[in-house]
T-cell receptor, first 111, second 118 residues
Framework: QKEVEQDPGPLSVPEGAIVSLNCTYS??????FMWYRQYSRKGPELLMY????GNKEDGRFTAQVDKSSKYISLFIRDSQPSDSATYLC???????????FGTGTQLKVEL | GAVVSQHPSWVICKSGTSVKIECRSL??????MFWYRQFPKQSLMLMAT?????????EQGVEKDKFLINHASLTLSTLTVTSAHPEDSSFYIC??????????????FGPGTRLTVL
């Protein structure tokens, strides 16, 4: 079993839709939960991170962590074609420690 | 945000040759740099963690004699793929962690280097 599981997609939605991206993990020592966005042939860029359980909102993006079920979610509201990318969850045991990436979910937002 | 550069952005080499990839933090000092490899449609796999002035820590299954890492300064780390073979063809990405106070130190990723070994 992989430490971090993520549906690879692809996920195709119409512009304006609410998108839900999810990950599950097995390591209970994970404390920080990052979401990265990666465009084709580029390095990942950090969207947001959450510490421990709870919600965090940043503009159109909301990250949710449920440590009891080891479940991580990223919601995108009012999705735009520019949101088309691969989204990777990456939990970590500590603030500066190594990241364990999921396989990434490829999202396509269509006009 | 902080900027990390990689050079070259892409390289094609013959089998058996060595290739060096540079990772630089442009506007901050990085105590730690990480090297990842990403195959098509797969996730980033951590290869090694590099701390300035000390030996790199390699992940299980990564050959340290094949993937030489040098972190000579707080702004530069290099990855050398020695005696490259076609199976080493991949997208190599580095990240750098900023020296900062607080409970979380973000990793900033470089744009990646695409290596093709013929």
């Amino acid at each position: 079993q992989k430490e971090v599981e993520q549906d690879p997609g692809p996920l195709s939605v119409p512009e304006g839709a609410i998108v839900s991206l999810n990950c599950t993990y097995s390591n209970s020592a994970f404390q920080y939960f990052m979401w990265y966005r990666q465009y084709s042939r580029k390095g990942p860029e950090l969207l947001m991170y959450t510490y421990s359980s709870g919600n965090k909102e940043d503009g159109r993006f909301t990250a949710q962590v449920d440590k009891s079920s080891k479940y991580i979610s990223l919601f995108i509201r009012d999705s735009q074609p520019s949101d088309s990318a691969t989204y990777l969850c990456a939990p970590s045991t500590g603030g500066g420690n190594k990241l364990t990436f999921g396989t990434g979910t490829q999202l396509k937002v269509e006009l | 945000g902080a900027v990390v550069s990689q050079h070259p952005s892409w390289v094609i080499c013959k089998s058996g040759t060595s290739v060096k990839i540079e990772c630089r933090s442009l506007d901050f000092q990085a105590t730690t740099m990480f090297w990842y490899r990403q195959f098509p449609k797969q996730s980033l796999m951590l290869m090694a963690t590099s701390n300035e002035g000390s030996k790199a820590t390699y992940e299980q299954g990564v050959e340290k004699d094949k993937f030489l890492i040098n972190h000579a300064s707080l702004t530069l780390s290099t990855l050398t793929v020695t005696s490259a073979h076609p199976e080493d063809s991949s997208f190599y990405i580095c990240s750098a962690g900023e020296i900062a106070g607080g409970s979380y130190n973000e990793q900033f990723f470089g744009p990646g280097t695409r290596l093709t070994v013929l």
